[in-house]
């Protein structure tokens, strides 16, 4: 029976929280930024300008790693960044299948980052039969018939799906039968899987109407400031006291 739970516990077996796993990315990304331009060391407030987040978050997550830095010098690059994919599991080939090859599935198999992340596109797979056998990314699409016999083949794990939402929970069914312990949803709709499934949900429509609640908030405070900017002169106009012929009395001196 689905449980619809759609993540790990807390704590992974080494005992790193699940907040700090979420942001090894982050540290990831701005240090490999590091070691293309050849910068040797970088202190924990560098480092945790460039990933977004606090010093003092970043040197705890790195406790759990087991880095220290050096006092002085701060953090080596290069093993950092060999330290942490070691951690996440990029010193390793995963095969992914991304399933639903349309606008965004064509995108997702053009994208350059998979293979120097540790991941390979193993296969794609959709639905339309007139999509089978055409090449996107230089890799043939094979149709969903054959889906579980690709995921043995190929040995797969990792699978996307890209579908419209109503194909989706099937398509993960067919997937966790098939395997696959860890699914990336495009699709925008929630899946329920089995315990021991990790989802994780990429919504485009909920992070942009994120983005419109802060532009409506900054919108209203920069109303608020403009009202404020304009009340101190209405404010004067509204308790200066005028005599019966319209003359406005001199100030009285406090």
């Known amino acids: 029976m689905a449980t619809g739970r759609t993540h790990r516990p807390a704590t992974r077996s080494r005992g790193i929280p699940e907040a700090t796993v979420a942001r090894l990315p982050l540290y990831l990304r701005a240090l490999t930024a590091l070691s293309e331009r050849s910068v040797p060391t970088v202190s924990s407030e560098e480092l945790a300008a460039a990933a977004g987040v606090n010093s003092a978050k970043l040197r705890k997550d790195f406790s759990y790693l087991g880095s220290y830095g050096t006092r002085g010098v701060g953090y080596d690059v290069e093993y950092l960044v060999y330290q942490i994919s070691r951690e996440l599991g990029l010193t390793q080939d995963w095969p992914v299948v991304i399933v639903g090859i349309g606008n965004l599935g064509a995108a997702l198999a053009n994208y350059g980052g998979f293979?120097?992340?540790?991941?390979?596109?193993?296969?794609?797979?959709?639905?339309?039969?007139?999509?089978?056998?055409?090449?996107?990314?230089?890799?043939?699409?094979?149709?969903?018939?054959?889906?579980?016999?690709?995921?043995?083949?190929?040995?797969?794990?990792?699978?996307?799906?890209?579908?419209p939402a109503g194909a989706a929970q099937p398509v993960c069914d067919r997937l966790v039968a098939a395997g696959v312990t860890s699914i990336l949803n495009f699709a925008p709709t929630v899946l329920s899987v089995p315990d021991g499934v990790d989802v994780r949900k990429v919504d485009l429509s909920i992070e942009l109407q994120i983005l419109a609640f802060h532009e409506q908030r900054k919108a209203g405070e920069e109303h608020a400031a403009h009202e404020g900017a304009v009340a101190p002169a209405v404010a004067h106009d509204e308790t200066t006291d005028q005599g019966p012929d319209g003359d406005v009395p001199a100030v009285m001196p406090a």
């Open 115 to 163: 293979a120097s992340r540790g991941f390979r596109v193993a296969a794609l797979i959709d639905a339309d039969p007139a999509m089978a056998g055409k090449p996107v990314a230089g890799i043939p699409v094979q149709h969903t018939d054959d889906l579980e016999k690709i995921v043995t083949d190929n040995g797969v794990s990792i699978g996307v799906i890209a579908t």
